[in-house]
């Protein structure tokens, strides 16, 4: 890594002009690499726009502001000269280019240096520099992890240090998945002493429910919840199904459901649960699990997905019924106890 790091550091130090690019439906995570790191360049004078495939969800795009950001569902053909008038692409929290979605040939066309920073498993080899650790917590540790190793954390103003707290923040549960160590912590301590309000990142968060969310949330805790914990062949997990109608009736925006599926997991005994959502371009799964039961596999190879050993996601072009029966075949072959 330390190779890439010093091409990546030359070429900060060169007259580049840079993209900043992170994930469909951007997550904390993602918003936060993309706001952090081109606060990042800005502070060492570096020219840069960050460019998003659609927006994120209302909680998170205030950490989108003041940010020069473009977002491609909104302006296709300025997103397009952007990237023709550039010479480095930053991709972030993502290992493929078609996790950018309709991006995706953008990405594949581009002339100039692409830099791609992800901690996700199974990266594809389509960046010129692959800064890659499966290991790690996040994206957004890793870019700090980065910088260190560059010997650039002067330009880690309150901005960056915001940004990247709050990826460090989301993406391990609020520092309580088995991927934190003490280099995380090290890390969030040397954030917070930039003087930046923690508690207000994550209030910001988790604390701007909407009534419609909250009403969505209770709906389907108590009448859409099914845990799979039979007498014989017991299967320690459960799942949540939400049809369009259902999200519909409650007024659905992008983010309500976001840790509905850590509800799941966190019931007694379980150790894999399933959100399962219909989508207008079809039914999408989040999968998350722990105690060695691992989604990853499942995801991939059954449901056009993937991620990491305890966090998945996938999506079914079949019908809710069909995607239903199938995922609890496979979920009863894989996770009963013997």
Known sequence: MLNELN?????????NRFIVLAHKSPDGD???????FYKFLLNLSCKAHVVL???????????????????????????????????????????????????????????????????HPEPEAFADLMISDVTNSSTCQLIYECIELMDLTHAIDQHVARAL???????????????????????LAELMSTGIAHWQIHQDVYDNNRIDQLQLRGYAIS????????EKNPIPAGYISLTKEELSRFNYKTGDTEGLVNVILSLE????GVLIQEK???????????????????????????????????????????????????????????
């Open 7 to 15: 091409q990546l550091k030359a070429l900060l130090a060169s007259p």
């Open 30 to 36: 993602a918003v936060g690499s993309a706001a952090g």
């Open 53 to 119: 495939p659609d927006l994120p969800s209302d909680t998170l795009l205030p950490f989108m502001a003041d940010t020069d950001c473009l977002y491609f569902s909104e302006h296709p053909e300025a997103v397009k000269t952007l990237f023709e008038e550039s010479s480095v692409l930053i991709c972030l929290d993502f290992n493929a280019p078609s996790r950018v979605g309709d991006m995706q040939l953008l990405i594949e066309e581009f002339s100039g240096v692409k830099v791609m920073i992800d901690h």
């Open 165 to 187: 707290y709050l990826g460090i923040m989301t993406d391990t549960g609020s520092f309580r998945f088995p991927s934190v160590n003490a280099k995380t912590h090290h890390i």
């Open 223 to 230: 009448e859409k919840l099914v845990l799979l914990n039979k």
């Open 269 to 272: 005994g379980i150790k894999v």
């Open 280 to 338: 207008s371009d079809g039914i999408k799964m989040s999968f998350r699990s722990k105690d060695g039961f691992f989604v990853n596999e499942l995801a991939k190879q059954h449901f056009n997905g993937g991620g990491h050993k305890y966090a998945a996601g996938g999506i079914s072009f079949d019908s809710m019924e069909v995607t239903l029966s199938m995922l609890l075949s496979l979920m009863e072959a894989q996770f009963k106890l013997t």
